[in-house]
């Protein structure tokens, strides 16, 4: 199975900071034929279901503000929110969809100070 | 717009089955594999089930394979997921969720508890 490791586990930033959080895949997330990483970050809010914020590592979802940027390739993942807001206080998990069994990093939550 | 409307959960016994369905609305439904995924109560998510477009393959973890079976009924637009022998660890909110490689939509979730 394909081990996905989120860190940190939490950070707490000021509303306008940016912020980093990364995530590790135990193998390549990068299929070869067509240079795609099988990443995916999502967000959860308190008390809702997840919300897709951006596939194969770096494509935005329609709809999705542009401070939520995604990066990496390989193994190394990054999602960066250039701006933090109050309403980005959520958990963000990484998947990856590589192969199965689909696996999920543990999430990391932001807390807005 | 793209709905997911998960019903069937509640409280059971360590043992016993219970059958969650998931309502879709808004997309061709023939057209997409679909997903179920759980989240423990205060804990992170789980992949637990996907269907193909017809429901010809199916795909589960070690986790829950022989004991839960995804299935789908494309004249109705719904997904379903069966669940026997349920244990403890099985206590979760289990979302419906659509598959275009990734979850691109899910479902409000529906609660399981498992208890005695």
């Known amino acids: 199975d394909i081990v996905m490791t989120q860190t940190p586990s939490s950070q707490a930033v000021s509303a306008g900071e940016k912020v980093t959080m990364s995530c590790k895949s135990s193998q390549s997330l990068l299929y070869s034929e067509n240079k795609k990483n099988y990443l995916a970050w999502y967000q959860q809010k308190p008390g809702q279901s997840p919300k897709l914020l951006i596939s194969w590592a770096s494509t935005r979802e329609s709809g999705v503000p542009d401070r939520f940027i995604g990066s990496g390739s390989g193994t190394d993942f990054t999602l960066t929110i250039s701006s933090v807001q109050a309403e980005d206080l959520a958990v963000y998990y990484c998947?990856?969809?590589?192969?199965?069994?689909?696996?999920f990093g543990s999430g990391t939550k932001l807390e807005i100070k | 717009e793209v709905q997911l409307v998960e019903s069937g959960g509640g409280l059971v016994q360590p043992g016993r089955s219970l059958k969650l369905s998931c309502a879709a609305s808004g997309f061709t439904f023939s057209n997409y594999y679909m997903a179920w995924v759980r989240q423990a109560p205060k804990k992170g998510l789980e992949w637990v089930a996907t269907?193909?477009?017809?429901?010809?393959?199916?795909y589960y973890p070690d986790s829950v394979k022989g004991r839960f079976t995804i299935s789908r009924d494309n004249a109705k637009s719904s997904l379903y997921l069966q669940m026997n022998s349920l244990k403890s660890e099985d206590t979760a909110t289990y979302y419906c969720?659509?598959?275009?490689?990734?979850?691109?939509?899910w479902g409000q979730g529906v609660m399981v508890t498992v208890s005695s």
């Open positions: 269907i193909s477009t017809s429901g010809s393959r199916t």
């Open positions: 998947e990856q969809y590589y192969d199965t069994p689909l696996t």
């Open positions: 969720a659509r598959l275009a490689y990734y979850f691109d939509y």
